[in-house]
């Protein structure tokens, strides 16, 4: 099959690794897979592997709604001429279908949706003005139940609707150190054997609620426990962060790293995974901390409860209930307890959330879609949403 992923940009960011990851694994089975992304912004431009005809295509937009980059778009399109189109997210889609239009061409539209909560008005009146994009995709693939029936309730629904789980590569998030190994890392981040060390892998944004797990590690110190903080990321609230940490008298046991390519060696490195976010779909960040084996505690938003087995492979607490999430990383605190439940989230990441699944269903899905009916020149290249000609 002959390919075209689209991004807004190719900026650090679970939407964007996830088709680069899509990319990449689709071209090494030998499909011809092509990247165009809106905005120039090239993070990760260098993870892209792309193979023999495969091209990369930046439409270098200027504004919101670039039009010169739009039809740089459809003259890309024309030329290459995919069978299918797989925007990531909503604002991809809506170039990837206009374009689609210009260029009097039919492949197959596809839009893997990575979000559930959009608030704010600015953000509500987007949704709105996607709808119609939504509408006439051939087909939305959510990353869990809970969104796409978030989605189903908000009329945000496609012609066909798929849930793919996320997955991630479990051989090479798997953590393989020693005990004389983990103890090297820990104390060279500054760590001893006795400190509780609690992780969260997250860009430092207010979705990301970071100071709620600030304050759950001031109270559990308050308890005794020799816990400290070990935030992987960076974003625009590292500085409230950090102020937050101060006043509440513990800015030396919490550890921002700033943002790291490879968060492996942090994950080793820590006792426990927090994910205390406000709004999510099914963290990526949560997947790969459950295949390195360590205990997961997850606020009870988006896709968790299809994610964490409650009790087994991780727990759960009420979303911004502090109290909830101190009195969850206190059970933790136990070795054998984190051990045990480290183990099931382990299993639960090789069998459930695997990359190589993940990749299949898609390969499925693009098969069925490319073959489901011939590709025939639209006769009209501009048509409104929903109000296609053939």
Same mark, same amino acid.
């Given at each position: 099959?002959?390919?075209?992923?689209?991004?807004?940009?190719?900026?650090?960011?679970?939407?964007?690794?996830?088709?680069?990851?899509?990319?990449?694994?689709?071209?090494?089975?030998?499909?011809?897979?092509?990247?165009?992304?809106?905005?120039?912004?090239?993070?990760?431009?260098?993870?892209?592997?792309?193979?023999?005809?495969?091209?990369?295509?930046?439409?270098?937009?200027?504004?919101?709604?670039?039009?010169?980059?739009?039809?740089?778009?459809?003259?890309?399109?024309?030329?290459?001429?995919?069978?299918?189109?797989?925007?990531?997210?909503?604002? !991809?889609?809506?170039?990837?279908?206009?374009?689609?239009?210009?260029?009097?061409?039919?492949?197959?539209?596809?839009?893997?949706?990575?979000?559930?909560?959009?608030?704010?008005?600015?953000?509500? !009146?987007?949704?709105?003005?996607?709808?119609?994009?939504?509408?006439?995709?051939?087909?939305?693939?959510?990353?869990?139940?809970?969104?796409?029936?978030?989605?189903?309730?908000?009329?945000?629904?496609?012609?066909?609707?798929?849930?793919?789980?996320?997955?991630?590569?479990?051989?090479?998030?798997?953590?393989?150190?020693?005990?004389?190994?983990?103890?090297?890392?820990?104390?060279?981040?500054?760590?001893?054997?006795?400190?509780?060390?609690?992780?969260?892998?997250?860009?430092?944004?207010?979705?990301?609620?970071?100071?709620?797990?600030?304050?759950?590690?001031?109270?559990?110190?308050?308890?005794?426990?020799?816990?400290?903080?070990?935030?992987?990321?960076?974003?625009?609230?590292?500085? *409230?962060? *950090?102020?937050? !940490?101060?006043?509440?008298?513990?800015?030396?046991?919490?550890?921002?790293?700033?943002?790291?390519?490879?968060?492996?060696?942090?994950?080793?490195?820590?006792?426990?995974?927090?994910?205390?976010?406000?709004? *999510?779909?099914?963290?990526?960040?949560?997947? *790969?901390?459950?295949?390195?084996?360590?205990?997961?505690?997850?606020?009870?938003?988006?896709?968790?409860?299809?994610?964490?087995?409650?009790?087994?492979?991780?727990?759960?607490?009420?979303?911004?209930?502090?109290?909830?999430?101190?009195?969850?990383?206190?059970?933790?605190?136990?070795?054998?307890?984190?051990?045990?439940?480290?183990?099931?989230?382990?299993?639960?990441?090789?069998?459930?959330?695997?990359?190589?699944?993940?990749?299949?269903?898609?390969?499925?899905?693009?098969?069925?879609?490319?073959?489901?009916?011939?590709?025939?020149?639209?006769?009209?290249?501009?048509?409104?949403?929903?109000?296609?000609?053939?």
């Amino acid at each position: 099959m002959r390919l075209m992923f689209v991004t807004g940009s190719l900026a650090h960011g679970g939407a964007e690794h996830h088709s680069v990851v899509l990319t990449n694994r689709l071209a090494e089975r030998g499909h011809d897979c092509h990247v165009v992304y809106v905005k120039p912004a090239h993070d990760q431009l260098e993870r892209l592997t792309v193979r023999g005809t495969g091209s990369v295509l930046c439409l270098g937009a200027r504004c919101y709604l670039d039009l010169a980059a739009m039809r740089r778009f459809a003259a890309h399109l024309a030329s290459i001429r995919p069978a299918a189109l797989i925007a990531a997210n909503p604002y !991809a889609l809506m170039y990837a279908t206009l374009a689609r239009r210009l260029s009097r061409l039919r492949p197959r539209v596809v839009v893997t949706y990575h979000s559930t909560r959009s608030p704010g008005l600015k953000e509500q !009146a987007k949704l709105l003005a996607y709808r119609p994009f939504m509408w006439s995709a051939d087909c939305a693939v959510f990353v869990c139940q809970y969104q796409r029936h978030y989605c189903a309730r908000r009329v945000l629904l496609a012609r066909r609707n798929a849930v793919i789980h996320n997955g991630v590569d479990a051989q090479r998030f798997c953590d393989r150190s020693d005990v004389a190994a983990r103890r090297a890392l820990r104390t060279a981040l500054g760590y001893a054997d006795s400190d509780y060390v609690v992780a969260m892998v997250a860009a430092l944004r207010a979705e990301k609620n970071h100071r709620q797990l600030v304050e759950a590690i001031a109270r559990l110190r308050v308890l005794g426990i020799a816990a400290k903080a070990l935030l992987v990321g960076d974003g625009p609230l590292r500085a *409230e962060v *950090e102020s937050h !940490a101060r006043a509440l008298a513990i800015d030396r046991h919490v550890a921002i790293t700033g943002f790291r390519a490879d968060v492996r060696p942090y994950l080793t490195a820590c006792d426990a995974v927090a994910v205390c976010s406000l709004t *999510e779909a099914l963290s990526l960040s949560a997947i *790969e901390a459950m295949a390195m084996a360590r205990p997961l505690v997850h606020s009870q938003v988006g896709g968790a409860a299809e994610l964490i087995d409650a009790g087994r492979t991780g727990l759960l607490f009420p979303v911004g209930d502090t109290h909830a999430l101190v009195e969850c990383l206190l059970r933790l605190a136990n070795c054998e307890a984190a051990r045990q439940m480290g183990a099931a989230a382990r299993g639960a990441a090789e069998s459930t959330f695997g990359q190589e699944r993940m990749v299949d269903r898609y390969e499925q899905l693009m098969s069925a879609l490319c073959k489901s009916q011939p590709l025939v020149p639209l006769t009209h290249a501009m048509v409104l949403p929903g109000k296609e000609r053939y």
